[in-house]
């Protein structure tokens, strides 16, 4: 049995117990945050603030929710929206944070991007923060499959048949996938406890490998530079606050995190409240019908861009694209050869690849919504063969970059 | 080798995990194959003998949409031979028989009476009254589900003659 004295405090009692003032110290007060950085950097709160928006609104709607083909359209189109009190709320908040949380994704990975707070040690920030991307995704699909519209029931289909592998034919592996030949009970189930579990599980690990990964390199910042963490914080412990290059998480950087969140939230609610259509397809308030295709089938803004890359080839090649699509963004740090990490602007080529890839995306995002023809065929298709084409010039230009 | 108690009892415990770890994959993997009830969704009889002509009938099995399309004479008359090879001929009338699920990602195409072709909405993809495709992305033409033909009747599950007819010369899939 360990030594314990009496404790003269609670907070004495749980550090005997816990160590909370030595968690409190690595995680907070010297945890060091440069001040060069800038609102982008709040991003990542946003984040995880909106995925706890997400894990509040999904447990109330998780407890009216019938995971059956013939209950599920009606639990969520007329129990939840009409008979629970606030249940339309909670279910604007989950639809529009998992909307908006995409958008703010993008602004995240594209704030990486541009200040390269990818490499020298911060590759495992990105990985992370990849792979909560993809989970991010998967959680936003299998969420879309349960209110079984007709938008729910038919991107089941397309979605679990690109398992095929196009000629390789692996329709075995859809069907073990769906449980059935097409999406039916088996599918509506499985999908809802990726959606409401398994997924929401891998989220919050993969959320902790996120923050972990960054504790030891710290936030990168504005000038790349790079900081002496010790001197600068030898310097704020000494008083000398104003010289010092970096302040403590908390509560000071928090104060200004957690003010850009309120700003973030009122915007967040202004959409939930008044403007939340964008984020309900009017299709899927028909229930699903597995013999009638709605006109025209695209998925929510957010995978546009990937669709879209899709879409112009022929079955096989569109499928590489796809995939190449799919994983590229995680082999960022290994693709972009330089050794500077400064903000793209003072990349050389790399600032114009920077624009260029940001441009493509959005063109990529319009020509996906449009319907697949004439000029809007053509245009997709160009700006497919763009994609691809910047990354396959990336090691190229940024190998020629001239070293800082 | 190290030979100790501990290395002993390490390889102990890899080994029975090994062995649980595989056991637990392989339980996983048949709780998500689809079950007998569902395997066994059999077969389906469908009465041909009503249809009206180029006029699209959608019939269901297995979950999936079947066309039936009776062809008019004038269709026949225009077809080439690969065509010709994928009807099904029941009474002297030539039907398309196909599951209506484009190949590409497997939405369900439209038919177009006037032009007498099948459009896909979701990327465009087109196919002609045979269910031959004829604009990207679908790679290969509609798939033709096992029939057997009985009078006026199709029984689908069933692999009649004339099906496998048509699938030892390979236009089935
Ligand atoms: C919902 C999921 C995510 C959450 C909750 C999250 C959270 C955070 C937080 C709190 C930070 C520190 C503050 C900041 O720099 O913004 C951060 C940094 C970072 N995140 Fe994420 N993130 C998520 C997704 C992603 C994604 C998809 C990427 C892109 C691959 C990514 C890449 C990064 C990078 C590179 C940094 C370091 C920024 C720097 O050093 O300046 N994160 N993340
Ligand atoms: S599913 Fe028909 S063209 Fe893609």
Known sequence: MAHFEKANSLNEWLDQRLGVNTLQRVLAKEYWIPKDINFLWAMGMVLAITFGILLISGIFLLMYYQPNVDLAFDSVNYTIMQEVGFGWMWRHVHAVAASVVFLIIYIHMFTGIYYGSYKKGRELIWISGMLLFVAFSAEAFSGYMLPWGQMSYWAGMVITNLFSMGSLEFNGLVEWIRGDYVPAQAFLDRFFMLHVLLIPVAIMALIGLHFGALRLPHVNNQNGEEIDFEEEAAKYKSGNKAASKVIAFANDFMSKDMFVVAVYLVFFFYLVFWNFEFAMDPVNFDPANGLVTPAHIYPEWYFLWSYEILRPFDKNIGLIAFAFAQVIFILLPFLDRSPNTVPANRRGLFKYWFWAMLLDMIVLTAMGKLPPQGIFSTIGYVAALVFIGLWLILPIITKLEKKL | ?173
């Open chain 2, 1 to 173: 080798m190290n030979q100790t108690r501990r290395g002993f009892m390490g390889k102990a415990f890899g080994a029975v995990a090994g062995v649980g770890a595989v056991g637990a994959l392989y339980a996983m993997k048949r709780s998500w194959d689809p079950l007998p009830s569902v395997k066994a969704a059999g077969f389906t009889t469908i009465d041909i003998s009503a249809c009206a002509e180029n006029k699209l009938i959608v019939e269901k099995w297995r979950g999936k949409p079947i066309f039936v399309l009776r062809k008019t004479a004038e269709m026949v008359a225009k077809q080439d031979e690969a065509e010709t090879a994928r009807d099904v001929i029941v009474d002297g009338n030539h039907y398309l028989i196909a599951i209506g699920l484009c190949t590409h990602l497997g939405c369900i195409p439209a038919y177009r009476e006037a032009k007498t072709d099948f459009k896909c909405a979701c990327h465009g993809g087109e196919f002609d009254s045979s269910g031959i495709n004829t604009k990207a992305p679908p790679p290969s033409p509609l798939v033709i589900p096992p029939f057997k033909i009985n009078g006026t009747t199709l029984v689908l599950g069933e692999s009649g003659p004339e099906y496998t007819k048509m699938k030892e010369a390979g236009i089935v899939a």
